[in-house]
């Protein structure tokens, strides 16, 4: 089972964290032996970028954050940051709260606008006594780190959907679909396509009659299908033969049972009703999307696990949800 993303994200901070302390500390001590002379301590900063490779702006602040240096970047000085008041910017809170490092939280830079971390360093004389702070400034497209590949956690997970699709639900009613219609020729021909053909992820929307399709030769486009395309068993001389994937987390003799699963869920009621229903074959997800606009991700074996007096046993947590 995958990490959350929150958690994989904060473990990453920690790591650049721990690769920053110490060259942090490093430089503050080069600056606390240059203060408070502005061209010392902006010859120290342009030494430091040998030492913080990957930031992209260097700057001392007072012990009031006011910035008493240019901001030092590898194409040089940027003198009108000169003066620059940051004690309000949410990275310094920590440093102004005692913090001897400090890094950041993500946040959009305000210049150009990408997504940024700050490094916060107090310099304190050789009693101790706070003189300042060295900031460092990294673009996150920039940094070095080695991101392992995040992987979705294998839970099931609600959403709810529109409140006011959820407050008129019990107004409204299924309306028969042209996919509603010839639903068991629909069916049959997708699981021919994941089967054989190299579909590795479906969506089918049952209201407004249409598939949506990924390929395994072609993942990084879409292919839209109305009713005349799925009912037509032709389309199969369009995609060449792709036998079914080894590593597919669902076995090929289930993924029928998830379609017919999906055909029961859109008739179950006509109040309540299955409006959208997805399979990835590769993560094994599936996604549910009903009439009260709420939306289910499961995996496929614990969604084969619901019966139908499940859904219709539980109308509140799927209007809620």
């Known amino acids: 089972m995958g990490e959350s993303i929150q ?37 120290c900063l342009l030494n430091g970028l040998e030492i913080l490779p990957y930031c992209k702006y260097l700057y001392v602040l007072d012990d009031k954050a006011r910035q008493i240096t240019a901001n030092i970047a590898h194409s040089g000085l940027i003198s009108e940051n000169f003066g620059r008041e ?9 440093a102004l709260s005692g913090a001897h490092f400090s890094l950041s939280d993500a946040y ?71 996919m509603d219609e010839r639903i068991e020729e629909v069916l049959d021909l997708i699981y021919e396509l994941i089967e054989v053909h190299g579909v590795f ?8 009659s249409r598939a949506t399709l990924w390929l395994m030769e072609d993942p990084y486009r879409y292919n839209i ?6 009912t037509d068993p032709g389309i ?40 959208a229903g997805s399979l990835n074959i590769f993560n094994g997800m599936v996604g549910l999307n009903f009439s009260c606009d709420g939306s289910h991700y499961m995996p496929w074996a614990e969604f084969l696990d619901k019966n139908m007096g499940f859904w219709l046993g539980s109308d509140e947590m799927v209007i809620e949800e």
């Open 201 to 208: 992820h479906a969506k089918l929307h049952f209201s407004s």
């Open 108 to 178: 959009i830079s305000r210049n150009v606008r990408r997504p940024s971390l700050t490094a916060i360093q107090q310099i304190k004389d050789e009693q101790g006594q706070l003189l300042g702070y060295l900031g460092s400034d990294f673009d996150l497209r920039e940094l070095p780190l080695t991101r392992e590949l995040y992987q979705q956690p294998e839970q099931w997970v609600q959403m709810k959907g529109d409140p006011a699709i959820r407050g008129g639900l019990f107004l409204q009613q299924r309306i028969q679909s042209a």
């Open 86 to 94: 940051r004690a309000s910017r949410p990275y310094m809170k920590e």
């Open 236 to 275: 199969c001389l369009a995609w060449a033969r792709c036998a079914y994937p080894e590593d597919a987390v669902i076995p090929v003799e289930r993924v029928r049972d998830v379609f017919r699963t999906f055909r029961d869920l859109r008739f179950m009621d006509e109040t309540i009703y299955l409006r």
């Open 225 to 230: 299908l109305d009713i005349d395309d799925l």
């Open 7 to 43: 958690t994989a994200v904060t473990r990453q901070r920690m790591l650049l964290s721990s690769r920053l302390a110490d060259r942090m500390e490093k430089l503050a001590k080069e600056c606390q032996r240059a203060w408070p002379d502005r061209e010392a301590l902006e010859a």
